[in-house]
């Protein structure tokens, strides 16, 4: 992959451009940084929700069929997705369409319409896709285990809101939002794809798109430093046939240099069909469908998570299994080989690769990381990264998470009784 060129335009942009000779799409990404944890209770919902408004029309296509039909008419792809940090929109398409897709884009982040009628027909919307996460267990449990780490704050919220609050939003709570998040300075644009040769072009038209988007100091959000001294459970009852689960333990944040270690461990744990866990509790006793684990991270906290779908009846054993590959890991009993080190590293490098085949991967790869980090690691350096991790990293790494005061454990299921999974926790 051709090296980035990265610049700060006159009013704070970051413009990315990545050129990927062998590749004849192009995906043109904007990505802000804003997302539900920049919100208050009263308007919890409405970062998710303008990312929905940004493409029911803007000034030069007033319509959402137009914002559409425009794209369709050259077979392109767009989206866009939230984050409790940032939030993206992005269009994928051929190469030699970039100029149309970088117009579409500024249009809708510079002027979109916001009206009021189109407004309260997606609430509707909105409010059935929060119902279907909810009826969506394997989906729905990281955003009760978040709220289990994190509380009542703004990382605890769900991103999506609640019903209630959905409705009560209104046209002026968009425009004061946009006003306070939505400006250069706290937004990336990338382009990567099939540009070689096309850069300076490409400069030039988003500067002269971009340029009337004007410099403001933006909003801050609130700092997560939670303590824990105990375990923690939620349980969140729902008639099921399979219980779902998130077991885990609170880690490092995306700027704490262990990540990379954690990383690695998440998925000699359970990263593939040959993890530990994957081998421990489906394989070998039959407990789960789905086992697997992550190193989830923002800024300020992090955490590592398994998450599985259980047998209802046998969920405690589930449960002493998986607690018992985390403390093992810690003591040494089940300490980490190199061969499984090594294994594991290629693993995240095999993965890194394949993802990294598709344009709209590399534009969020490289922008997320100048979003949030201000810096960027490129595909080789953070494999070098990876390959750095050794045997003593793991093991400090599980020694330090794996503790059984901190474990943490959320389900959906049909249970009620708490105090029966904390003392499976205690």
Not at 160 to 175: L, N, Q, T, W
Not at 340 to 361: C, F, H, P, Q, V
Not at 387 to 414: Q, Y
């Amino acid at each position: 992959m051709t090296t980035h060129n990265i610049q700060t335009l006159a009013n704070g942009l970051k413009l990315i451009l990545i050129p990927m000779p062998h590749v004849k799409s192009a995906t043109v990404l904007v990505m802000v940084g804003a997302g539900s944890r920049y919100e208050s209770k009263e308007i919890n919902g409405l970062s998710h929700f303008l990312e929905h408004m940004a493409f029911k029309g803007s000034k030069k296509r007033p319509t959402a069929q137009m914002i559409s039909s425009t794209i369709d008419a050259i077979g392109g792809e767009f989206n866009a997705f939230t984050g409790k940090d940032h939030t993206g929109f992005y269009i994928k398409a051929r190469a030699s369409d970039v100029p149309l897709l970088i117009d579409v884009l500024s249009d809708m982040i510079l002027n979109p319409i916001l009206s009021a009628d189109e407004i309260e027909r997606e609430k509707g919307v909105i409010i059935e896709e929060i119902h279907m996460y909810e009826d969506t267990p394997m989906r729905h449990i990281g955003d009760i285990y978040e709220e289990l780490l994190y509380g009542n704050t703004p990382l605890g919220w769900d991103t999506a809101g609640k019903p209630e609050i959905i409705r009560s939003i209104k046209r002026d709570h968009f425009v004061d939002y946009i006003d306070r998040h939505y400006r250069p300075n706290n937004a990336v644009m990338i382009v990567a794809g099939g540009i070689t040769k096309d850069e300076l072009r490409i400069t030039n038209l988003v500067k002269k798109q971009l340029n009337p988007w004007q410099k403001k100091i933006t909003s801050a959000w609130e700092n997560n430093s939670p303590q824990q001294v105990q375990p923690a459970v939620k349980v969140q009852f729902k008639d099921t046939q399979q219980a779902h689960m998130a077991i885990g333990v609170r880690a490092y944040s995306m700027l704490d240099p262990r990540r990379f270690a954690l990383q690695v461990l998440a998925t000699i744990m359970g990263g593939g069909m040959s993890s530990r866990l994957f081998i421990q509790v489906r394989e070998r006793r039959g407990l789960a469908y789905y086992v697997h684990a992550s190193a989830d991270q923002y800024l300020d906290v992090g955490a590592f998570t398994t998450q599985a779908g259980v047998d209802v009846k046998r969920i405690d054993e589930a449960i002493k299994v998986i607690i018992a590959e985390y403390l093992g890991a810690a003591d040494g009993t089940f300490a980490v080989k190199a061969e499984e080190l090594t294994k594991a590293k290629e693993y995240l490098k095999g993965k890194s690769i394949l993802e990294l085949e598709d344009s709209r991967s590399v534009a969020a790869f490289y922008g997320s990381q100048e979003l949030l980090k201000r810096s960027i690691l490129t595909p080789d350096e953070l494999m070098a990264k990876y390959d750095s991790v050794t045997v003593a990293d793991i093991h400090a790494v599980a020694k330090n998470i794996f503790v059984r005061e901190k474990l943490n454990l959320a389900i959906i299921g049909p249970f009620k009784d708490e105090e029966r999974f904390r003392k499976l926790l205690n």
